[in-house]
Structure formats: C-alpha cells, structure tokens
C-alpha cells in the first residue's frame, strides 16, 4: 500500500495485508495471512506469525503468536482470530480449547510460567 516501508532482512510469507504507513524494521518475520492496519509500527527482530492480525495505528515491540490479534500502543493481545480458525477448517473443539487457553495466558493475571503449567496439567477455566 501507499507509503509501506519493510526493511531490510525481513521475511514476508504469502497472502498479506499491509495497510497505508506501516513500517517495519530490519529482521523481521511476517508470517503467511497476515492482516496490519495502517499507521503501525513493528520493531526489529519480530516475528508476526501467521493468521494473526494487528489493529491500526499500533506498535508491535514483542512477537505476535498465530491466530491472536493485538492492537495498541504498545499493541496487547485482545482476542483470538476464530474466523480465521473456522476457514481453515479446525473443529469447536480444539478452538474452544485454543480460546481457553487464550483466556489463561492473556486475561487471567497468572504469570506465563503459572498459565502454560495449568494447561500443561489441564486446568482451564
């Protein structure tokens, strides 16, 4: 789109979606699916990976996990990309459990280490 900057080193997969404005800066890996609202920011060294996406006028300074759309300054996780999850065909099942474990990590107030143990021993809300 107009004005789009991606520097150097960076890999872009296939099949993205880069609004007006978006800079992104050296070594960074964009992932295959990717949608990135305009006037946003990624630092270098990130990696988007695929399916996720990223709200207008944000500033990615961490990775972005597949599936998961972040916006902000700096951008946060907000959901998950459930529509992208049904047009790849996954059940309600493993994307119920995914939105679960989603709300664990990201909406509970445990730490990450406190999150993935209770999913590793299947402690969900």
Known sequence: MVNTHIAHDCMVGDYNIFANNV???????VGDYV???GNSGIHQFCKIDSYSM???????????????????????AFAMNIEGMRRKGWSKTVISGLRDAFKL???SGL????????I?????P
């Open 23 to 29: 800079g992104v800066a050296g070594h960074v890996h």
């Open 35 to 37: 949608v990135i609202g």
């Open 54 to 76: 990223i709200g207008g006028a944000s500033l990615i300074l961490k990775d972005v996990p597949a599936y998961v759309m972040v916006s902000g300054n700096p951008a946060h």
């Open 105 to 107: 990590i990201y909406k």
């Open 111 to 118: 730490t990450t280490q406190e999150a993935i143990e209770q």
């Open 120 to 124: 590793r021993t299947g402690i969900l």
